[in-house]
């Protein structure tokens, strides 16, 4: 099993940079996929980002390709998400989540954080 706790999010101004954190707890941790995904207010929760557990493949919706940087660091069981460019419509709470592959799905995820708050103010 794999517990979740994400971090860094926050108020920025429009254009401003914000850098998500998605620690993990268990053993298992790097033979896990690990997505972001974000839900703003009256909105179904949106595939954002995606990295394999070997690093080698990255994924990203196309509202945040350019803008948005997926890593993983398996040595510290954190998965990162550099958001830089943010506009008020990236105003949401960002989720990490795991999976056994690295999918726009959510239902394919299997464990979930609690997620955190990240405000855009135009």
């Known amino acids: 099993q794999v517990q979740l706790v994400e971090s860094g999010g926050g108020l920025v101004q429009a254009g401003g940079s914000l850098r998500l954190s998605c620690a993990a707890s268990g053993r298992t941790f790097s033979s896990y996929a690990i997505g972001w995904f974000r839900q703003a207010p009256g909105k179904e929760r949106e595939f954002v980002a995606a990295i394999s557990w070997s690093v080698t493949n990255t994924y990203y919706s196309d509202s945040v390709k350019g803008r948005f940087t997926i890593s993983r660091d398996n040595a510290k069981n954190t998965v990162y998400l550099q958001m830089n460019s943010l506009s008020p419509e990236d105003t949401a709470v960002y989720y990490c989540?795991?999976?056994?592959?690295?999918?726009?799905?959510?239902?394919?995820?299997?464990?979930w954080g609690q997620g955190t708050q990240v405000t855009v103010s135009s």
């Open positions: 989540a795991a999976g056994r592959i690295p999918a726009v799905t959510s239902t394919l995820y299997l464990y």
